[in-house]
């Protein structure tokens, strides 16, 4: 990816930020995440650029993640990453798939931001269990355990963090969250603490906020549980209607995406029969 030049900054004093960032050479704690992506924001306007285009709000970074997403002026979901502070600079951590076009649309709206957008060579890495120092809470439940930022690449990969985001109902990016197709709420963002309704504008904010209080959602991410064997991407159908797709399958369980007025008994995926599971706590 190549590197970008001038977006965003807001001059906040050094110590403003606790350094979630390790600078010790011992290993690298937890799990590498090889596919995700770091950028950085420097710059005067940073933090007000970001924090008016994205639907969290970003002021207070204080030793923490903030989970958030860019969506269209349409209100359809376009990003999703996380996003820290240390110093002088904002980093988002993104997956690796959409940086380059998350690049591309941020750079459309710097206009005459100062603002400058360059790749990390931080290496993201996450782990379950108590948090190492510098580790940071994912923000989306706390199931999902830490993530932590550093020179080097943690471990190999052995937690099965599918098997955790289909028992917490948690979407992924490219998976349940589909480029301007998905809206936020449908995917459960206000559970998993991506939008802030307090914050003010951002791009997208009139429909998502419309959804929010003015609607009842008819479709939605759902988990479900499966009698019998069925792929992602399979359609599922009721009465002989199609009503959604299932999404991530881990053994059993699975995440679908429904007409949630249209599901209940006799929900198909192929052969599979499909049940609604409960609630995540």
């Known amino acids: 990816m ?3 030049t001038n977006l965003c900054s807001v001059n906040l004093p050094r ?4 350094d979630p960032i390790s600078d010790k050479e011992d290993a690298m704690p937890g799990e590498r995440s090889d596919d995700r992506v770091i950028l950085k924001i420097t710059g005067q306007d940073r933090l007000k650029f970001l924090q008016d285009l994205i639907t969290n709000d970003i002021r207070d970074l204080d030793g923490r993640i903030v989970y958030a997403a860019l969506l269209t002026p349409q209100g359809k979901y376009l990003f999703d990453f996380f ?3 240390q110093d002088d600079a904002l980093f988002l951590d993104v997956h690796k798939d959409t940086a380059g076009a998350l690049v591309q649309r941020l750079t459309m709206y710097k206009l005459r931001a100062d603002v400058t957008i360059e790749t990390s060579e931080l290496k993201p890495s996450r782990g379950l269990g108590d948090l190492p120092e510098g580790a940071m809470a994912d923000p ?3 199931a999902l355990g830490w993530r932590y930022y550093g020179a080097e690449e943690g471990s190999a990969p052995e937690i099965d963090w599918q098997a ?8 992924e990016t490219g998976t349940e969250l589909i480029a301007n197709d998905s ?3 449908e995917q459960g963002f206000e559970r998993i603490n991506g939008v802030d309704f307090k914050k003010g504008c951002y791009v997208g904010q ?9 609607t009842t959602l008819r479709k939605g991410l759902v988990r479900v549980e499966l009698d019998g064997k069925a792929a992602p991407g399979a359609e599922i159908s009721r009465n002989g209607k199609v009503i959604g797709k299932l999404h991530t399958v881990a053994g059993t369980s699975a995440l679908a995406y429904l007409r949630l007025d249209q599901a209940g008994e006799g929900m198909m995926a192929g052969d599979a029969g499909l049940k609604l599971a ?3 706590g």
């Open 183 to 185: 809206y936020i709420l």
């Open 83 to 85: 996003l820290f502070a």
């Open 15 to 18: 110590d403003h930020y606790i």
């Open 206 to 214: 009139e429909v998502t906020a419309r959804m929010k209080h003015k």
């Open 2 to 4: 190549k590197d970008v």
């Open 140 to 142: 989306r439940h706390p």
């Open 164 to 171: 955790i985001r289909v028992a917490h109902l948690i979407p």
């Open 278 to 280: 409960a609630a995540p």
